[in-house]
């Protein structure tokens, strides 16, 4: 176990130093030039040179790579170009909003999610079943920012139920989360309702069935603990996912995650700081992919980790 | 605050006036103010700062030796007690007020401004406005390195700063009321480093109380500000990240005060048309041309028939339509308001025949598609879209470009690209109220370029000439042959036809009944957005 | 006599399809006796899984309902009872015994909890005591280190101790009814005898009632106190077990015992049932192979290295002759199938591999074309071999359109030849796969494997799995082939009856070696090995004459293997205690 951790945790460095070179290599093609971004409109030709060659833009692409690396060694991820303040700063700010947002939009689309699969699963044909999956449908298919602006228009605007975005509160969590996870949720109810579908069928299930348990305990004890499998193994996956949303339900709530960030940053082409979320992204989606990984075993005991 | 009583006194001595007979009109001191921005504010650095949501926050914490009369382009000294310019226009000599302190307690000297527009233009500190100080002298040095300090600038007492120029510059006092030319403290700029723009320390009327990265910021009342009664709010508070239409929502529900990122387009009419929230809004003009760019060293388009031909075929009633109204259809590229303007200019008229008669004299070949570049956000596509119908309608075919703001710009500068470029989204808002300020990036040959701003490449040598010459009319009673001068400019480059000019944007600001004050100050054309110095909470006790 | 401890009326079962309801279980009635066994046996499709499911109330509702019937069960009728009232009675007075093993324990949860749950199912316990009982159970079904076991799951151990531990559930509440559902089904045959032998010694301490549903006339023989016989849904006959195997009424049940394999039936007899002309020990040999081994390595660790290593098969050797069919018998795990793959060089293999003269050693699959004209396999799961989205007349001359040997018309009526010679109609060529039944399926693989006309076929388990009617047939069509074209068999099987049947010469295979190897008559009436006599004495005979087997103690199951990569196999040497029957001594 330890040693399988440490065989990932390599390979996390190694996927890392890929995409460090490819994020690299593509920002290094784009064309839009980042000293002019810098240097303003009134900037001379010269002023761009100089600035240009303050930033080292100016050497070879291999050896402007060298340079970022070095400093990534050192656990240095450079200065934004336009803020000029140190990017780990900048990332390590907003980084605790974003895995709050993650971690409510996770637990939103496990609770919506498994619910309504579980509930159209055993309704299965009912006007119910049917009802859940049209609610679904829309979570899969609804872009999240017109998602956003409803929730926020129903429960914060004619309700008051919750704040009009912001931060700081367990209130002011609750509508970015559901908006983030209802495209989960919807993916999550489907794989539910039919992995649960299936367990049902399943020998397992008439033999508890069998013993004379409850219905509560062969539902809860038998049948969801292994309808679940399938979708713990997607929690990993989640996280990549959550990266592209996170842009859109940011900055529908005024959440300061990284999304916005690099939002801002990709407009601006303040390339330190499209790195380093780059990278903290990755990052993230290789830890979550770990985590799922040493968790699956958790609730699945025939998968041995090698 | 009323708007008459401000004009043609100096403001310095009005405030004194005001704040000593306390007249029942006049705001009590109090209160807090909350604000949205959509994007993070990258740095409060006067020297670095160039945002839409940084520069008004930059005005309030940072003085600088002139600044505006609030709500007008009118000049004004204001670190500067006095200033005298000598008969041969090159030296200004300024008097600073005595007993002015930074935030951090110290008196501020002519040492401090001195150390503050060498340090803009010094390379390391990669200021955007360094470009702005060219005609100081030695300013040159000082960019190649070959000096840390401008030979043209003099610490003549600690109260008294003469600077003079290498050539004269009608401008120069328009660069002092820069945000660039903002006052900062020496030592704190030592002790913060490249972090100073987290940490300013200048002598404005606010100071910065504290800043959540990418969270919030708040900005507190300097208690020890030298204008006395200024100003009146307690503290500013600007919550980053909403949405514009979010911000709105908050706006409508009264959880904030002022949505900074404007009314969004998808709810312009909603609000216009609902009187309650209509006469929140103020409305104003804006030192802003939205323009067309024609590359004018490209073929077809070195063709000055052409180039006209498609100023003639521009429908920009209709685009003006597109975004419900909220800007006045032009026909130069000077806004109007500023000096120079030609409010009798005729301009080129929608004429789609007689454009069409032009592209044939041309010999203009309809079977060449060409790049029509705009930035992504709405409502620029849609614009884009129906000057590419105008265009088709002539018989010119162009393919629509629609990239980030950043690779429009990238292509903007390049010789072989980008033959058209509708400039909306990132169209010429103006650094200081002066007709140069639309010439020499955008229009002269400094800027034409590769990697410049002047997208048409249009360069004039017998026009740069002129504006040489408008440049070096620097006495007060010039004032009005200098703007003369400039119409003329300007109505010689519409004979070259190097851009379509198309409107100028209105400026829609919405704020809380909360916090009041003179409309003016709520689209003030300097301290853009908003001149928070002047506002004040209508509930303060 | 007193009344029946259950007593099933008119019992009617109908299954909702697509062309409307079918009845599946017809009217069925009988009666249970506290300690009887009842057998109810049929072939597939003859409704007893059903009648199992119905009193448990345990159909796969809403598709399967019971329409009609009575079942009295202590004063009440099973069938009528409340969802609520029935789950008093599932587990603790009926407890029931599935044929999967595999898959009929949850996999994510302990042996333990699985055990405790139905122990404290219908009684409040602590669940230390629950545990404490659950630990007394596995002791009762023989289960070793039975406090280690409660805490594995189920994929951690073998089927026959996922079956004991489904036993010990059944019996958790000591039910008074136990309904066994295909028990030993899916179980090699060394294991199925010590299963059933538990079932009967605990049946015997507990004096439950068993019903045992069961498809094979040799477990009926070997528990049953009566037999009923089923087909199509309805009783067939029912009678005490002597009565119905000594003097079957129903010519059904003449029909199957007749088509039942009897191990021992053929003793004296040299050549296969239904073969023709001489005994092919003269002829030339179609494979030779020489101590084949085939192992493969299990990685791991950091660097992805060889951790342990599956010997799969050690130094096999063996030749098959001209019209001859060799059957390699043996219980799963034992390396007979990969044998099978290694000569069609499938799996990597060192050794010795002749296809009629042509060494196969490193061919690859271009240089292994004509080889396959030689020699072809049929495989174990004819449904997994045929492409559903093919058609059978396509699939059947994919061969010889990839060897290249017709077209056209021609190709047409070789299809269509090939498919009169199994016994299909032409009518069905045109059909997919999935339209044909198990049997009809195993016949489309043989015409396909026929189709290049090879000298041998290899059959990988090819008549298993399959009702013994339709068993026997394919059985009879393989020996005509055989008879007709004098291909060799390589038969691949772990049903020694079959094997019996079919073959002229056996080989005994365990733990990847052929332990013994002779003719039919040497190996299976005169056993030498250890094993094969065990397997041999597992086999249950269709004679309930024969004196029941006492209580088999837990003898193991077959031993793994994975070894380390270190393990050198001992060389095996073999004995010829006469006219070529070699017996594998342990060295």
């Given at each position: 176990m330890p040693l399988y951790i440490v065989r990932r945790l390599l390979e996390a460095l190694l996927i890392l130093f890929g995409i460090s070179v490819v994020t690299f290599i593509l920002l290094y093609l784009l064309p839009a030039d980042p000293v002019r971004q810098i240097a303003g409109r009134s900037a001379t030709a010269a002023t761009v040179e100089s600035i240009r060659h303050q930033l080292g833009l100016d050497l070879p692409l291999p050896q402007q790579y060298g340079r970022y690396l070095w400093g990534l060694l050192h656990g240095d991820l450079g200065r934004s170009y336009l803020q000029k303040t140190e990017v780990g700063a900048l990332i390590w700010s907003r980084l605790p909003a974003t895995l709050l947002l993650m971690l409510g939009a996770i637990v939103c689309e496990l609770v919506l999610g498994l619910t309504m699969g579980l509930v159209a699963a055993l309704k299965r044909g009912s006007g119910l079943d049917q009802g859940l999956m049209l609610i679904s449908f829309i979570g899969v298919s609804a872009p999240q920012f017109v998602v956003g602006i409803l929730l926020l228009y129903v429960f914060a605007v004619q309700l008051g139920w919750f704040p009009i975005g912001g931060y700081g509160h367990f209130s002011n969590l609750v509508l970015p989360s559901i908006t983030l996870g209802f495209l989960g949720a919807g993916w999550y109810s489907r794989m539910m309702r039919s992995s649960m579908i299936d367990v049902l069928r399943q020998d397992y299930v008439r033999t508890a069935r069998s013993k004379g348990l409850t219905r509560a305990k062969v539902l809860f004890g038998h049948a969801v603990p292994n309808a679940i499998l399938p979708i713990v193994a997607m929690i990993g996956i989640d996280i990549g996912v959550f990266m592209s949303g996170i842009v859109v339900v940011e900055s529908v709530f005024g959440w300061p995650g990284i999304g916005q960030l690099a939002w801002q940053a990709i407009q601006r082409v303040d390339i330190p700081i499209i790195m380093g979320v780059t990278l903290v992204s990755a990052l993230a989606i290789v830890i979550g992919n770990l985590l799922a990984d040493l968790i699956a075993p958790l609730i699945d005991p025939r998968i041995k980790l090698q | 605050m009323r708007r008459q009583l401000m004009t043609g006194v100096a403001a310095a001595a009005l405030f004194a006036l005001a704040a000593?007979?306390?007249?029942?009109?006049?705001?009590?001191?109090?209160?807090?103010?909350?604000?949205?921005?959509?994007?993070?504010?990258?740095?409060?650095?006067?020297?670095?700062?160039?945002?839409?949501?940084?520069?008004?926050?930059?005005?309030?914490?940072?003085?600088?030796?002139?600044?505006?009369?609030?709500?007008?382009?009118?000049?004004?000294?204001?670190?500067?007690?006095?200033?005298?310019?000598?008969?041969?226009?090159?030296?200004?000599?300024?008097?600073?007020?005595?007993?002015?302190?930074?935030?951090?307690?110290?008196?501020?000297?002519?040492?401090?401004?001195?150390?503050?527009?060498?340090?803009?233009?010094?390379?390391?500190?990669?200021?955007?406005?360094?470009?702005?100080?060219?005609?100081?002298?030695?300013?040159?040095?000082?960019?190649?390195?070959?000096?840390?300090?401008?030979?043209?600038?003099?610490?003549?007492?600690?109260?008294?700063?003469?600077?003079?120029?290498?050539?004269?510059?009608?401008?120069?006092?328009?660069?002092?009321?820069?945000?660039?030319?903002?006052?900062?403290?020496?030592?704190?700029?030592?002790?913060?480093?490249?972090?100073?723009?987290?940490?300013?320390?200048?002598?404005?009327?606010?100071?910065?109380?504290?800043?959540?990265?990418?969270?919030?910021?708040?900005?507190?009342?300097?208690?020890?500000?030298?204008?006395?009664?200024?100003?009146?709010?307690?503290?500013?508070?600007?919550?980053?990240?909403?949405?514009?239409?979010?911000?709105?929502?908050?706006?409508?529900?009264?959880?904030?005060?002022?949505?900074?990122?404007?009314?969004?387009?998808?709810?312009?009419?909603?609000?216009?048309?609902?009187?309650?929230?209509?006469?929140?809004?103020?409305?104003?003009?804006?030192?802003?041309?939205?323009?067309?760019?024609?590359?004018?060293?490209?073929?077809?388009?070195?063709?000055?028939?052409?180039?006209?031909?498609?100023?003639?075929?521009?429908?920009?009633?209709?685009?003006?339509?597109?975004?419900?109204?909220?800007?006045?259809?032009?026909?130069?590229?000077?806004?109007?308001?500023?000096?120079?303007?030609?409010?009798?200019?005729?301009?080129?008229?929608?004429?789609?025949?007689?454009?069409?008669?032009?592209?044939?004299?041309?010999?203009?070949?309809?079977?060449?598609?060409?790049?029509?570049?705009?930035?992504?956000?709405?409502?620029?596509?849609?614009?884009?879209?129906?000057?590419?119908?105008?265009?088709?309608?002539?018989?010119?075919?162009?393919?629509?470009?629609?990239?980030?703001?950043?690779?429009?710009?990238?292509?903007?500068?390049?010789?072989?690209?980008?033959?058209?470029?509708?400039?909306?989204?990132?169209?010429?808002?103006?650094?200081?109220?002066?007709?140069?300020?639309?010439?020499?990036?955008?229009?002269?040959?400094?800027?034409?370029?590769?990697?410049?701003?002047?997208?048409?490449?249009?360069?004039?040598?017998?026009?740069?000439?002129?504006?040489?010459?408008?440049?070096?009319?620097?006495?007060?009673?010039?004032?009005?042959?200098?703007?003369?001068?400039w119409k003329q400019i300007f109505g010689k480059i519409q004979d070259d036809a190097p851009w379509v000019p198309v409107f100028n944007e209105e400026r829609y600001t919405m704020h809380s009944a909360r916090i009041g004050g003179d409309p003016s100050l709520f689209v003030d054309p300097v301290h853009v957005p908003v001149n928070y110095n002047y506002i004040h909470a209508t509930d303060a006790q | 006599?007193?009344?029946?401890?259950?007593?099933?009326?008119?019992?009617?079962?109908?299954?909702?399809?697509?062309?409307?309801?079918?009845?599946?279980?017809?009217?069925?009635?009988?009666?249970?006796?506290?300690?009887?066994?009842?057998?109810?046996?049929?072939?597939?499709?003859?409704?007893?899984?059903?009648?199992?499911?119905?009193?448990?109330?345990?159909?796969?509702?809403?598709?399967?309902?019971?329409?009609?019937?009575?079942?009295?069960?202590?004063?009440?009728?099973?069938?009528?009872?409340?969802?609520?009232?029935?789950?008093?009675?599932?587990?603790?007075?009926?407890?029931?015994?599935?044929?999967?093993?595999?898959?009929?324990?949850?996999?994510?949860?302990?042996?333990?909890?699985?055990?405790?749950?139905?122990?404290?199912?219908?009684?409040?316990?602590?669940?230390?005591?629950?545990?404490?009982?659950?630990?007394?159970?596995?002791?009762?079904?023989?289960?070793?280190?039975?406090?280690?076991?409660?805490?594995?799951?189920?994929?951690?151990?073998?089927?026959?101790?996922?079956?004991?531990?489904?036993?010990?559930?059944?019996?958790?509440?000591?039910?008074?009814?136990?309904?066994?559902?295909?028990?030993?089904?899916?179980?090699?045959?060394?294991?199925?005898?010590?299963?059933?032998?538990?079932?009967?010694?605990?049946?015997?301490?507990?004096?439950?009632?068993?019903?045992?549903?069961?498809?094979?006339?040799?477990?009926?023989?070997?528990?049953?106190?009566?037999?009923?016989?089923?087909?199509?849904?309805?009783?067939?006959?029912?009678?005490?077990?002597?009565?119905?195997?000594?003097?079957?009424?129903?010519?059904?049940?003449?029909?199957?015992?007749?088509?039942v394999p009897l191990l021992g039936a053929m003793q004296g007899l040299a050549m296969p049932k239904g073969a023709a002309g001489e005994t092919p020990a003269g002829n030339a040999n179609v494979i030779e192979v020489d101590d084949l081994t085939v192992r493969f390595d299990l990685k791991g660790g950091l660097l992805r290295r060889t951790v342990r290593r599956v010997h799969a098969v050690e130094g096999v050797s063996l030749s098959l002759k001209r019209g001859e069919t060799l059957s390699l018998v043996g219980e799963s795990g034992c390396g007979k199938s990969t044998t099978g793959k290694a000569i069609m060089n499938l799996v990597p293999w060192t050794g010795s591999i002749r296809v009629a003269g042509r060494h196969t050693h490193g061919l690859r699959r271009q240089t292994m074309k004509p080889i396959l004209r030689d020699v072809q396999m049929v495989f174990q799961d004819p449904y997994a071999s045929l492409d559903p989205r093919m058609r059978v007349c396509d699939l059947v001359a994919e061969p010889l359109l990839i060897h290249g040997l017709a077209k056209g018309q021609e190709l047409d009526d070789r299809v269509a030849h090939l498919f009169d010679r199994v016994g299909l109609s032409r009518d069905l060529l045109r059909r997919y796969p999935h339209e044909f039944s198990g049997g009809q399926r195993r016949r489309i693989c043989i015409a396909r494997a026929l189709s290049l006309s090879p000298k041998a076929i290899i059959a990988d388990e090819s008549v298993s799995a399959l009702d013994v009617s339709i068993q026997a047939q394919v059985l009879d069509l393989l020996q005509d082939i055989q008879n007709d074209a004098g291909i060799a068999y390589l038969f691949i099987s772990h049903d020694m009856a079959v094997v019996e049947r079919i073959s002229h010469r056996i080989a005994v295979m365990y733990m990847g070696r052929i332990v013994e190897t002779g003719t039919r008559g040497q190996v299976l009436e005169n056993p030498q090995h250890d094993y094969t006599k065990r397997l041999l004495a597992s086999v249950p005979l269709p004679d309930p004459a024969r004196a029941r087997r006492a209580y088999i103690p837990y003898a193991g199951e077959l031993p793994s293997v994975v070894r380390d990569i270190d393990f050198v196999p001992m060389p095996v040497s073999y004995t010829d205690i006469g006219e070529g029957h070699l017996v594998a001594q342990a060295s």
């Open positions: - | 000593g007979t306390a007249l029942s009109a006049e705001p009590k001191q109090g209160g807090t103010m909350t604000a949205t921005f959509k994007d993070d504010v990258s740095t409060l650095d006067p020297a670095i700062g160039y945002d839409w949501q940084n520069w008004s926050m930059i005005k309030s914490l940072f003085s600088r030796l002139m600044d505006y009369k609030p709500g007008t382009t009118e000049l004004t000294p204001d670190l500067a007690e006095s200033y005298a310019i000598a008969p041969d226009g090159l030296t200004y000599t300024f008097k600073l007020r005595h007993g002015v302190k930074f935030h951090n307690g110290r008196e501020m000297t002519a040492d401090d401004v001195a150390y503050s527009y060498n340090r803009t233009v010094d390379p390391k500190t990669q200021s955007p406005g360094q470009g702005f100080f060219k005609s100081i002298a030695g300013y040159d040095d000082v960019v190649a390195g070959k000096a840390t300090a401008m030979s043209g600038i003099k610490v003549v007492d600690p109260y008294t700063i003469a600077i003079t120029l290498a050539k004269p510059d009608a401008t120069f006092l328009q660069v002092v009321a820069l945000n660039f030319a903002g006052v900062v403290a020496k030592e704190s700029v030592a002790q913060y480093g490249a972090d100073y723009g987290h940490h300013p320390d200048g002598t404005g009327a606010f100071y910065l109380d504290h800043w959540t990265l990418g969270q919030e910021l708040v900005l507190k009342r300097n208690p020890d500000y030298y204008l006395k009664g200024q100003p009146y709010l307690d503290q500013l508070s600007f919550k980053i990240g909403a949405e514009p239409l979010t911000a709105l929502l908050q706006l409508q529900k009264g959880e904030i005060d002022y949505a900074g990122d404007g009314i969004p387009p998808a709810k312009f009419l909603e609000v216009m048309n609902d009187p309650a929230q209509k006469k929140l809004v103020v409305q104003a003009p804006q030192l802003e041309t939205s323009y067309l760019t024609i590359k004018t060293t490209m073929k077809p388009f070195d063709n000055l028939k052409v180039r006209q031909a498609i100023n003639m075929a521009i429908n920009k009633e209709r685009i003006v339509k597109i975004i419900n109204g909220r800007a006045d259809v032009t026909n130069q590229p000077l806004p109007p308001g500023m000096a120079g303007y030609d409010k009798d200019y005729k301009g080129y008229s929608y004429d789609p025949e007689k454009a069409k008669a032009l592209l044939k004299e041309a010999n203009y070949d309809s079977s060449q598609s060409f790049d029509l570049y705009a930035y992504n956000t709405d409502p620029n596509p849609r614009i884009a879209q129906a000057i590419q119908q105008d265009l088709a309608a002539v018989g010119m075919t162009v393919a629509i470009k629609s990239l980030d703001q950043a690779n429009v710009i990238a292509a903007g500068g390049e010789p072989d690209q980008a033959p058209l470029i509708w400039s909306g989204g990132m169209g010429w808002i103006a650094d200081f109220p002066d007709p140069s300020d639309f010439y020499a990036p955008i229009l002269g040959c400094a800027g034409a370029v590769k990697g410049g701003w002047n997208w048409a490449l249009y360069c004039n040598k017998d026009i740069e000439a002129m504006a040489a010459k408008a440049d070096a009319m620097v006495a007060p009673d010039q004032a009005q042959a200098r703007a003369d001068l | 006599m007193t009344s029946p401890l259950l007593s099933v009326q008119n019992l009617t079962v109908s299954v909702a399809t697509p062309a409307g309801a079918s009845v599946v279980v017809d009217r069925l009635s009988f009666d249970l006796n506290r300690g009887e066994t009842l057998c109810i046996a049929g072939e597939s499709g003859s409704g007893k899984s059903m009648t199992a499911l119905s009193l448990m109330r345990l159909l796969p509702e809403p598709m399967a309902r019971v329409s009609a019937g009575k079942a009295l069960f202590k004063d009440k009728d099973l069938l009528a009872l409340s969802e609520v009232e029935m789950r008093a009675v599932r587990g603790r007075e009926i407890g029931m015994i599935f044929q999967e093993p595999m898959t009929s324990l949850n996999p994510v949860l302990t042996i333990g909890r699985q055990l405790a749950e139905a122990v404290a199912a219908h009684r409040p316990m602590a669940s230390s005591a629950a545990r404490a009982e659950a630990k007394r159970l596995l002791d009762i079904v023989q289960i070793p280190e039975a406090a280690r076991r409660l805490t594995q799951y189920p994929f951690e151990l073998s089927g026959g101790m996922r079956q004991r531990v489904m036993i010990a559930i059944a019996l958790s509440q000591k039910p008074d009814v136990l309904i066994a559902d295909e028990p030993t089904t899916a179980l090699d045959v060394t294991v199925q005898a010590q299963i059933l032998s538990l079932i009967r010694h605990l049946q015997a301490e507990t004096n439950s009632a068993l019903i045992l549903i069961t498809h094979d006339m040799g477990v009926v023989a070997e528990m049953a106190d009566r037999v009923l016989v089923m087909r199509a849904g309805r009783e067939v006959e029912q009678a005490p077990a002597r009565t119905l195997f000594a003097t079957p009424q129903a010519q059904y049940t003449r029909d199957l015992l007749a088509a």
